[in-house]
């Protein structure tokens, strides 16, 4: 019966979770599986997750749908670890984020009205968020940011966080005139400090940056995403120039290769 639940293409979620649960069979599954824990697939996880950003930005949906799939094959790999240790199930991880979607959004399941602008639901929905860190004994002001989010995006949320109780600067000209003072700190330990105090300046530095990019209403993560992007389509252009000419990267100078990126930079018109 389990045989034919696994080739059902038409079975849906079931026939996932089947399939992980032969993967993690102690007698018939696979090796590599039944020795992963939690810790060892996390970083799969976000690695996944990565990808599924990288599909999107690409516009690539036929590469989406099959990363959407990796993302949900890691939900049902913790859920089928926690279902062995007697922690929680698939249905109850579910149960828990369909009780959760329900509770914070008492405008489209409750009887609050949804007569409320943008700004009042954000408003709302960060004081239920309060009401559940509360409940969860996180009574700190940044308890509950995530110590495993990359560093820029959790130094934002750090930053947006502070900001709900008054920790903030008035505009983004105060932030502008932060970060002129930390790159001035960063020089100066540069010339007259060591490692340990040069990365620490550098760090600072970043930090304002990502809170600068909050102020400006740009997400620091996605912006470097796209620069990310931008960096390596353009460099991409130069190395297709350099085989035009015969030439590999490590064949050419900085010169020829900065001439060249600006001819990438006018050829899409910027």
């Known amino acids: 019966m389990a045989d034919d639940l696994i080739h059902d293409q038409n079975a849906g979620i079931e026939r ?11 007698q018939t599954g696979c090796p590599w599986d039944i020795e992963q824990d939690f810790d060892s697939i996390a970083p799969y996880t976000i690695e996944e997750a990565y990808e599924v950003a990288d599909a999107i930005e690409r516009r690539d949906w036929t590469d989406l749908e099959g ?3 990796d993302l949900l094959l890691q939900s049902v790999y913790h859920t089928a670890m926690g279902e062995e240790a007697g922690l929680f199930s698939f249905q109850s991880v579910v149960r828990t984020i369909s009780d959760k979607m329900v509770a914070r959004h008492p405008h489209v399941f409750g009887d609050e009205s949804r007569d409320k602008s943008a700004e009042q639901q954000t408003r709302d929905w960060e004081a239920i968020k309060a009401a559940e860190r509360a409940g969860k004994a996180q009574r700190g002001t ?6 495993g989010l990359p560093a820029l995006l959790r130094a934002y ?3 947006k ?10 505009d983004a000209s105060h932030v502008i005139d932060k970060i002129r003072e930390e790159a001035a700190e960063l020089v100066e330990a540069r010339d007259t400090l060591g490692p340990d105090e040069i990365a620490e300046e550098f760090g600072d530095l970043m930090f304002v940056m990502a809170n600068l990019g909050r102020h400006l209403g740009i997400e620091p993560e996605a912006a470097l995403r796209a620069a990310n992007s931008k960096f390596t389509r353009r460099f991409e252009g130069v190395e297709a120039k350099l085989r035009a000419r015969g030439k590999k990267p490590e064949d050419s100078d900085l010169a020829e290769m900065d001439a060249l990126w600006d001819e990438v930079k006018r050829d899409e018109g910027r």
Do not use: N, S, Y
Not at 16 to 26: T, V
């Open 67 to 69: 990363e959407l799939g």
């Open 142 to 147: 940044l308890d509950g940011v995530a110590v």
């Open 157 to 159: 949320k750090l930053q």
């Open 161 to 170: 966080r502070a900001a709900r109780v008054g920790f903030d600067w008035p």
């Open 16 to 26: 996932l979770l089947e399939i992980m649960r032969r993967l993690r069979d102690p």
